[in-house]
Every structure is written in C-alpha cells, then in structure tokens.
C-alpha cells in the first residue's frame, strides 16, 4: 500500500512551499507517488525559485487539473507501472522527496528500470513542454559568450562544434568588447527591464563597469568567480569535513551538500532567491568549487534552465591547473597557477554547451547568440537571418555582430 | 511502462553509431583497413594469426570516454596511437552497448563477472557473480601469481574476487592497486607524489592507508620483485596515476608474465570536474597508456605471438544533446550514447584489419575470454563474441 500524501507530510516544509503545497494538496494527490515525490522536492524549494520555476510550477499543476483524461491517464500509467522495490516507497516521500528521489534513483538503476523512468519523464515533458508558453517574454533572448581571456590562440580551430550552425567571423574588433557588452546589457535592460532578465557572469573578477551592478542592482545581476570567494570556500570547507571523516562516501557528501541552505558567507546578498541560487552553483553544480571555467558553463545552464532571463553574458576566464584533489580542496592555498591554453579549450567547449541550453528554450530558435575569442578576432554568430556554415573575412566590430544578429 | 520503447532507441543510435565508426575507419586508417564483416566470407580476406592466444590482456579505457572524443570523428585527434598503429591490427567491434548501471566499480565488475552487477557503485562490496578471474584459476588449476588485476584504488579494490558461493577470494585475482602501493613504499620518504596519488573528483573521499596495509603493501611489493626505488624513481616523472597502472603492468609482464592481467585505467573520469581539456588529455593519455602496453607485449618473448589485446571503455558519457545531463562531464542519464561504445581486439588468433557491426554487450566479454582461457564462465549472461574465437 503506498502512502498518500497528507497535510502533516508539509509540516516542515518552509512557508510559502508549506502554502503551495497546500493550495494544491488536491490535485498533487492525483499523481503516481514518483511523479508527486518529484514535483513536492522542486516545491520543496519553493520559497528560493525564481518568477519563471514558480509560473512552472503553477501551469504545471493547473495543466494536470485541466488536461484531458486520457492524456494523463497515459502518463500517470507509465509512472505507475515502474517497478520499486518496496522499501523505497515505505520512506516518507512527502515529507522527504529530496531522499526519496535520491534512494529511488539508486533503485532504478539496481531494478534495470531507469530506462523505463527515463522514458516516463520524458513524455512527462513533452507533455507539459507543448502546453507551456514563455511566461516573461516573446522578444527573442541574446546570450553573448567571451572566452580565451589571457589564453593564446593556439592551433585548434575555435567554435568548431559551433560552425555548421551559424557564421564564422575571422576579423573582429575586439578591443573594449568586456565594457561594451557590458555597456549593451545595461542598455537593453533600462529599456526591456524585468526581475531576473539580465545577466553577467564572470569567471574572473568582474569587468570595473559592472562592479556597481553586484546584485541586482540597475537590473543586472552580476555573478564573478572572485567575489564568490567566501562562498566557494565555505563549500569547500563542507565538502573537507565530509570527505575526510571517512564516514561518509561521495553520495552522502552530494546529499548533504543538496539538503543545505546559505548561511552569512553570501551575506552581501539580500535577496534570498538570488543567495541560494549562489550557494547552489556551488553545492550542486560539479566541479564549480575548483575551475572557474566550469562554474561559468554551469551558472550559464542553471540561468538558461531555471530562470529564462532575456540576456546572458557569459566570460570565461583562466582556471586553475590541474592539481592534487587534496590540494584543490584547500581553502588556504597558494596563488593559483593558470592553465591558459586548457582554459581556452573548456571555453570553447563551455560556448557550445550554452547555445545547446539556449535552444532547449521556448523560442530557442529565435534567439541570438555570439560567442567571441576575447583576446583576439575570431567569433561565430547563430541567429535567425545568419548563414548557417558560414565563413566571414570581412573587418566587423562587436557592435557590428550584434547588430547583425537583430 | 516499459523498457522497450528505450532500447528500440538504444538499438537505433548504437547502430548509427557503428555506421558512423566505420565509415570514419575507412577514412582515416586508410589501410584498405577496417573490411567490414557481414559474413564469414569476409574472413579469409583477413589476416589472422596462426596459433590462438594464451595470454590475455583487458584494458579498460577507463573512467567512460564518449565516441565524440574517440572513434567519431571529431574525436580523431584524441587517439592518434590508437587509430594508427593499433586499429590496423585489430578486430573492431563498433557497437558494445553496456546495459547496466553506468557507475565505474559497478560497470567494471560487470564487466570482469560477464553479469550486469545491481550493487551500490560506491559500497565497497563485492561482485555476487564468479568473476572471470576465478573461473579461470578454479578450472584451470592456476595459482594466484598467474592472474592479476591493477585498477584505481578508491572503490575498486574488491573487483577480484566475488562473493558468490564457492568461490571469492581464495580463487580470486592478486590486485593492484598502484597508488596505493606507491602510498605505503613512499612512506617517510622526502619526494612529493602528492600528484599521482589525487582520488577522481566523483569520489574525492580520502584514502587512508593503515599501518597494517602497509605491511601488506610491502608483502605485495616483494611478490611483485617490484624494486622499490626504481619504481619511486618512475613516479617521479610521471603525471597520472594511470602511467602507474602502465609501469606495474610492464613491469608484471617483465617479472611473473602472468597469464591473465587486466588493467583498469581512470584517468578519464577528471571529466566530472567540468574541464574539457582535462579530459581530453586524459584520453591522449589513456591513448598512449593502450599503444605502450601493446608494444610491451610485443617486445616481451613471454607474450609475442601468444597474447590478445582487449581494449574498452566501460560505458560512454552522456550526450551533448540529452537534457538531463550535462554533455561530457557525467554518465547520469543511462542515454543511448552513454551506453554505446566500441572495443579492439588484437593480437594471437584475432582477425587484423576487421571492423565488426553486430551490437555486442560488454558482458559478452567475459564468455568470450573464458572460451579463450579454457575455462566456464558458467553463471555468466553474456554470449561468446564468436568473431574473435
């Protein structure tokens, strides 16, 4: 007999995920118990989701109480047929859909039925995803990404996993580009303003002209690797403790880190959506606490996927070389070294990566996205009206492109 | 629900992939190479050695390493040792499709045991399936100095032997585990090795050798005739700790020539930090590790002529494409991409210059080493890889 979902399984929940939970306790109660354990741990979460994961959320359950029958009947069935072992659907999921998805996991794959889970949630998806619309705006997004900054060229062709889906610029000016793009962010922002819509990211310190903007001031939010410091290293420090205590391994260490919230070491932050969402690139994303090229890709994913801003500007710069894990994972360390040639590669990489999670985005085609070699003159450009495997000689500026791209 | 829908899936890409393979062998071997074998007929265009192998020497091209970054074509440049002094010599399989939980200890044992494992990949446990190893020593009479396993340290340390009834440890490999082995001979001794004895980003849990392990450390040491400074000597100058796993199977091969040795090796799995170039260059690495044992066996008397060559990634990577993950850096999603891919045969009694198409399991291998070794892997589910026996 699986447990139903009741009142006091939200006891603990903090408030306004207590109230939404609430609210919609009935409908909630439809659900196969996976399906109600996954939406209850994003609910769970509640009160530090942005505008757009809380609209989600919304249409989701709106859409299950108005969904034609035999559409949810055709999900819900292929939920409810996965196969759990009955210890796991003994744990209280409503109170505690964070372990339970985490036990659950485990099991799927034990049992072989991950694929039948993966296909489940799947349809769940496109499901939801035909009925969903863009909840901020229908102006097509701009996400601009620099990378390379203190890296040489090298001999590797840049953007190649890039090039057969747009134009190949060889001879931009890129001089000034950080405090332009800076300079655009700022413009379209006074004039398309919105909470959450514009972004900069910096895997360095942040450009001088956006220093002022550290939260969300002027409408930008601004993320850098540098002044992220304190947070980082207090992540770090967690992660020191667990890992050396040996009485826990790498899946409690994950769990523990996903269960936490912020403390004062983002106490310059006040809002608190934007304060967890700080920690969790820290505490969910892998591999963030040690290379700044990977917390710049990975807070460019999470921006894309949970807050759907309308501009991103991401700037990868060095990380740090490879070292010992015992070494990386110190919090008194010695100046870093850099890895200027890695550095431009994972960028590279990084670019690709974001145009993928820029797609994935409702009127992902629409969207226009640059990425630059920032000490240099090479970028590539995808955009509606751009040649697809193009090539461009021809002198253009920054400005140019993104004119070009409108 | 089920799984069928997923596996239709998994089939469909599998295949493309193969077709993407090959078509990529014809271009960039350019050996007249990688005759593509529909049928028996393609064989006796193939050459193949006279006698059968032997020996047996697995390598598993560890820590997950995607098509992209290998034999796609994009992934060319990474394996350069590969595709032009190994591929030419080799049977290649171009679709190996691991259909069971795609954590590494659990994907490696399946693979030693020729069963799809269900234990927690970070439990230290062992396999519940006889593992080749013991199968090999039970029928075949053989002591444990003729069968050895070197693999990472963290977690893997109980891929030896199973706990099946019957069977277990006192039939199981002699394991290895480099840097644990360098950990203790290093011990009060000035030179840095801190480099080499990093654990993966995924399990960064630190490794505590005990007293009483170092003990054993140096009983193993001794049985390895592993000269302590000459191996401390080697460290100093590598920078992975899979050029370890690289040093002591050389140096194995030099001493005890065993008949059975697998290497598992994990460079690749810095993937998870996030840094591409980071794996990228574990996999040139990994690349050279491959073509440097080969050519060990190949000079050494003990194993020319009488050894084949396995080589394998346990499982791939997640796609660039699947939303659920996050491309290179994790094997999270069980995607039909990070399930596919790929495996070279070569020496005694393999057919060179041979691409195979049919989708094979990475469980079929153990059936298929067992038939070579002359032993039964009896509780094994995979199926003898007829092309290579």
């Known amino acids: 007999m699986i447990r139903e979902l009741s009142p006091s399984d939200l006891s603990s929940y903090p408030p306004q995920a207590k109230q939404f939970a609430t609210d919609h306790i009935a409908t909630l109660r439809q659900l196969p118990a996976i399906l109600c354990a996954l939406l209850l741990k994003q609910i769970k979460e509640y009160d530090w989701l942005f505008p757009a994961e809380r609209s989600e959320l919304d249409k989701q359950l709106q859409w299950i109480r108005t969904a034609d029958h035999q559409k949810l009947e055709s999900v819900f069935s292929s939920f409810s047929g996965i196969k759990v072992s009955p210890d796991v659907m003994d744990m209280p999921w409503g109170a505690q859909p964070g372990p339970f998805i985490e036990r659950l996991t485990a099991d799927l794959w034990a049992t072989h039925s991950i694929d039948a889970f993966q296909s489940a949630a799947k349809n769940y998806g496109a499901l939801v995803e035909a009925d969903r619309e863009d909840t901020v705006s229908r102006k097509p997004r701009l996400c601009v990404v620099f990378i390379g900054a203190g890296s040489p060229r090298g001999k590797k062709p840049l953007f190649e996993k890039l090039r057969p889906y747009g134009t190949y610029f060889s001879q931009v000016d890129m001089a000034g580009g950080v405090p332009e793009m800076v300079g655009v962010l700022g413009s379209i922002a006074s004039t398309q303003p919105g909470p959450y819509q514009h972004w900069y990211v910096d895997g360095g310190a942040a450009d001088p002209s956006a220093l002022h903007n550290n939260e969300r001031d002027g409408e930008i939010c601004t993320l850098s690797y540098s002044s992220l410091e304190p947070v980082r290293l207090n992540v770090i420090n967690i992660m020191n403790e667990v890992r050396t205590s040996g009485a826990a391994g790498p899946e409690r260490l994950r769990s523990l880190l996903a269960e936490m919230h912020p403390d004062g070491d983002v106490r310059r932050v006040t809002d608190p959506v934007m304060r967890n969402f700080t920690f969790e690139l820290f505490t969910a994303g892998s591999g963030t606490q040690i290379f700044s090229t990977t917390f710049v890709q990975w807070a460019g994913r999470e921006i894309l996927r949970r807050v759907r801003p309308q501009t991103l500007f991401l700037r990868f710069q060095l990380r740090q070389t490879e070292r010992p894990m015992d070494e990386l994972l110190q919090t008194k360390q010695a100046l870093p070294v850099f890895d200027p040639v890695g550095s431009l590669l994972d960028g590279d990489m990084g670019a690709f990566y974001t145009w993928i999670n820029l797609q994935r985005l409702p009127g992902g085609a629409e969207s226009r996205f640059l990425a630059c070699y920032e000490d240099g003159h090479e970028a590539l450009v995808v955009a509606p009206g751009i040649p697809r495997g193009a090539t461009s000689d021809s002198k253009c500026s920054l400005r140019d492109l993104l004119q070009w791209s409108t | ?389």
């Open chain 2, 1 to 389: 629900m089920n799984g069928v829908p997923m596996d239709i899936q998994l089939r469909n890409v599998a295949s493309a992939r193969s077709i993407s393979r090959r078509r990529f062998l014809w271009d960039v071997a350019r050996t007249g190479a990688a005759a593509s074998v529909f049928g028996l007929g393609a064989y006796g265009q193939t050459i193949r050695s006279a006698s059968p192998a032997k020996k047996v020497v697995v390598v598993t091209f560890g820590g997950g390493a995607r098509d992209e970054e290998t034999f796609a074509e994009a992934g060319q440049q990474y394996i350069p040792r590969m595709l032009g002094e190994l591929i030419p010599q080799a049977s290649f399989f171009t679709q190996v499709v691991n259909r069971g939980i795609l954590g590494h200890y659990v994907a490696n044992a399946s693979m030693a045991t020729g069963c799809y494992e269900t234990f927690d990949n970070f439990t230290p446990v062992s396999p519940a399936h006889p593992t080749l190893f013991e199968y090999y020593r039970r029928d075949r009479q053989r002591g444990s100095d003729d069968v050895w396993v070197i693999a990472p340290s963290n977690g893997f340390d109980r891929i030896g032997a199973s706990s099946a009834p019957g069977y277990g440890s006192k039939l199981g490999a002699t394991m290895v585990l480099p840097k644990q082995l360098l950990g203790g001979l290093s011990k009060g001794r000035s030179e840095p090795f801190d480099h080499l004895l990093r654990d993966s980003y995924e399990d960064t849990s630190t490794v505590m050798v005990s007293d009483q392990h170092a003990i054993s450390l140096v009983a193993l040491a001794e049985r390895l005739k592993l000269p302590a400074d000459q191996f401390l000597a080697y460290a100093a100058n590598v920078t992975s700790p899979d050029e370890l796993s690289l040093y002591i199977a050389q140096h194995l091969m030099a001493t005890l020539a065993p008949s059975l040795i697998w290497v598992t090796l994990h460079d690749i799995d810095i993937a998870h930090a996030g840094a591409y170039s980071l794996y990228t260059g574990a996999i040139s690495r990994t690349d050279r590790i491959c073509a440097e044992l080969w050519k060990s066996i190949q000079q050494n008397p003990e194993y020319n002529g009488k050894t084949a060559m396995f080589i394998l990634p346990d499982f791939g990577r997640d796609g660039d494409f699947e939303p659920g993950g996050n491309g290179f850096q994790h094997h999270r999603t069980g995607d039909p991409l990070s399930r596919t891919t790929w495996m070279l045969a070569l020496g005694a009694g393999v057919r060179e210059n041979v691409s195979v198409d049919r989708l094979i399991e990475s469980v079929d291998l153990v059936p298929t080493l067992a038939t070579l070794l002359g032993c039964n892997a009896r509780f094994a589910t995979g199926r003898p890889v007829t092309e290579v026996l």
